[in-house]
T-cell receptor
Framework: DSGVTQTPKHLITATGQRVTLRCSPR?????VYWYQQSLDQGLQFLIQYYNGEERAKGNILERFSAQQFPDLHSELNLSSLELGDSALYFCASRTNTEGYTFGSGTRLTVV | LAKTTQPISMDSYEGQEVNITCSHN???????ITWYQQFPSQGPRFIIQGYKTKVTNEVASLFIPADRKSSTLSLPRVSLSDTAVYYC???????????FGKGTRLHILP
């Protein structure tokens, strides 16, 4: 157990639908990073939050949004889903000495 | 952010030492070099981090030459369970959007 918790582990939904992925960082970590990994692809950085505020944004589609709540958990909202959005979605938190710590991911399948 | 280049894939045999080299010609003074390991359907896992010379932990060693334009991850006596993708990352620990790239797919053969 890395200490970063992601739910749900699996999600199957239809095109056009909206889903919410949830992440709780390690205790004491203020940052949350979201990554997308499609089949046999590298990790694509989506967005980062730090202590409730958006800190950096990567190649995140306009159909996707995220937020970090006062208790530091974060949610990634994916809307108007397309088949190409099927992927593993990881969140991570980070410290200077231990680098990134990733959760076990949410596997999203859009059918 | 420094760009990194590493081999797309490597094969080795159980019991061998495996060295994966990463090039980062544009590394900045404040940048650290960090390696991660990722198994299928799992999140990447931190292996080792270094700034210069050599760093060793219970899992691997990291060799960094004086010019820091490259680094080598060394895995001693690999086993089948070391089959994974290995990512080399370079950045200041304050960087907010580290790019992972596609990594090196290491395949260990019996």
């Amino acid at each position: 157990d890395s200490g970063v918790t992601q739910t749900p582990k699996h999600l199957i939904t239809a095109t056009g639908q909206r889903v919410t992925l949830r992440c709780s960082p390690r205790s004491g970590d203020l940052s949350v990073y979201w990554y997308q990994q499609s089949l046999d692809q590298g990790l694509q950085f989506l967005i980062q939050y730090y202590n409730g505020e958006e800190r950096a944004k990567g190649n995140i589609l306009e159909r996707f949004s995220a937020q970090q709540f006062p208790d530091l958990h974060s949610e990634l909202n994916l809307s108007s889903l397309e088949l190409g959005d099927s992927a593993l979605y990881f969140c991570a938190s980070r410290t200077n000495t231990e680098g990134y710590t990733f959760g076990s991911g949410t596997r999203l399948t859009v059918v | 952010l420094a760009k990194t280049t590493q081999p797309i894939s490597m094969d080795s045999y159980e019991g061998q030492e495996v060295n994966i080299t990463c090039s980062h010609n544009n590394i900045a003074t404040n940048d650290y070099i960090t390696w991660y390991q990722q198994f299928p359907s799992q999140g990447p896992r931190f292996i080792i981090q270094g700034y210069k010379t050599k760093v060793t932990n219970e899992v691997a060693s990291l060799f960094i030459p004086a010019d820091r334009k490259s680094s080598t991850l060394s895995l001693p006596r690999v086993s089948l369970s070391d089959t994974a993708v290995y990512y080399c990352l370079v950045g200041d620990n304050r960087d907010d959007k580290i790019i992972f790239g596609k990594g090196t797919r290491l395949h260990i053969l019996p």
